[in-house]
């Protein structure tokens, strides 16, 4: 992939870099435009109605399928990121918050219609573009790379190196105009992954809880109100560079995340801290069967100790725990019954019953 004819040469750049000059001379404490590119679930709502709540005008281009009408008050422009992109032709913007993009070649194509009307663009990335989870990340260590980069079908093998390329694709188009966040595991009310929920949701039932290893383990996570708060704290600033979003090393454990959901729940609900390696001879799975969790040993040592040091320099900031948990177990709480009895993600009730029981059947041996 090659930059736009436009930006090549000494002449192209000081055009660009005039025209980012010209916006950033009108926006600073004026109400922004701003672009959501996706913003129809979790992420995007919480960003919009933080964005209208600080008085700036919110543009949403996705294909009008999902969750319509849960934000109020935006324009709505609808069509396909892969090559329907007309209703946003000939139109400006002071930023874009790039939510859905997966596939480079798809990123490329927005990001290069859209260079000529907006002066940063804000990708939403993933800590998953890290090579090596073996030891600790920060925003300079390598990312992943795929055999075939032209490869766009999205597996739990070419996720993050296909966010890496994305990643470069939106540079490539706006060079020097573009901010990358890298969130880890975000968390908080309306997340339907369950992958956070499963925790309250599973306190709230009451009860032995199945529990990964030791109340000591650290888990890194951010809240998606957190996340839309710095997402919208760098445009306002337009912070250029890389930062990954996600709570500090070790502010967090799993023995604090099952405090607080008892707490929350007000349960009956006791913890059974049951040890790594027995958990892997019961083939019960980290991060799957016991969502948050990654036992800090091989080639997942890092994966919970991500550095955050720039982000916290720019503004970031991560709520108590105990507050993302209350508020998600009150969301969920809300849900419709068949989502609250079928979570998508953690140990089913019958499975962790069995782990539990041949547990205890070991200690007595």
Request: charged share 25%; hydrophobic share 40%; net charge positive.
């Given at each position: ?31 922004l ?32 399928r999902?969750?319509?009408g ?30 859905s ?37 920060d ?65 709230d ?14 888990i ?62 019961q ?37 108590p ?9 009150a ?5 419709p019954?068949?989502q ?26």
């Open positions: 992939m090659q930059r736009r004819d436009v930006l090549k040469g000494a002449a192209g750049l000081a055009a660009t870099l005039a025209f980012a000059r010209g916006f950033a001379a009108e926006t600073p404490g004026k109400p435009r701003i672009l959501v590119l996706g913003g129809t679930r979790f992420v995007g709502p919480h960003f919009i109605e933080l964005a209208q709540a600080r008085g700036h005008a919110i543009s949403m281009f996705n294909r009008g999902t969750n319509i849960r934000v109020q008050d935006v324009e709505v422009l609808n069509g396909d990121r892969d090559g329907k992109l007309e209703s946003l032709q000939g139109k400006q913007w002071d930023a874009v918050l790039d939510t993009g997966y596939v480079p070649r798809i990123v490329k194509l927005s990001a290069d219609l859209l260079a000529s009307g907006t002066a940063h663009y804000v990708f939403v990335s993933s800590i998953s573009v890290y090579s090596s989870f073996a030891r600790p990340n925003e300079r260590s390598p990312v992943a790379t795929i055999a075939d980069p032209t490869v766009e079908k999205v597996t739990g093998e070419t996720y993050g190196a296909l966010k890496a390329l994305s990643e470069q694709a939106a540079e490539k188009s706006m060079p020097g105009r573009v901010t990358v966040l890298r969130p880890g595991l975000i968390v908080g009310p309306e997340d339907n992954t369950d992958r956070f929920t499963y925790w309250p949701a599973r306190v039932r009451g009860g032995e809880v199945l529990a990964p290893n030791t109340p000591a383990d650290r890194q996570v951010v809240d998606v109100r957190d996340l839309a708060a710095f997402m919208l704290a760098v445009i306002e600033k337009r912070a250029l560079g890389t930062f990954n979003v996600i709570s500090p090393p070790g502010q967090f454990t799993m023995g604090a995340l099952l405090d607080a959901c008892v707490q929350a729940a007000k349960s009956d609900a006791q913890a059974t801290w049951v040890p790594t390696a027995f958990l892997q001879e083939k019960v799975a980290p991060w799957s069967d016991m969502p948050v969790w990654i036992p800090e040993t091989g080639g997942e040592a890092g994966t919970s100790l991500t550095s955050v040091e720039r982000a916290i320099a720019a503004g970031l900031t991560i709520r725990l105990p507050d993302t948990v209350r508020d998600t177990l969301w969920h709480r809300s849900r019954e068949e609250k009895a079928k979570l998508k993600a953690g140990i089913a009730p019958e499975r962790e019953k069995e782990v539990l029981a041949a547990w205890h059947a070991a200690k007595k041996r």
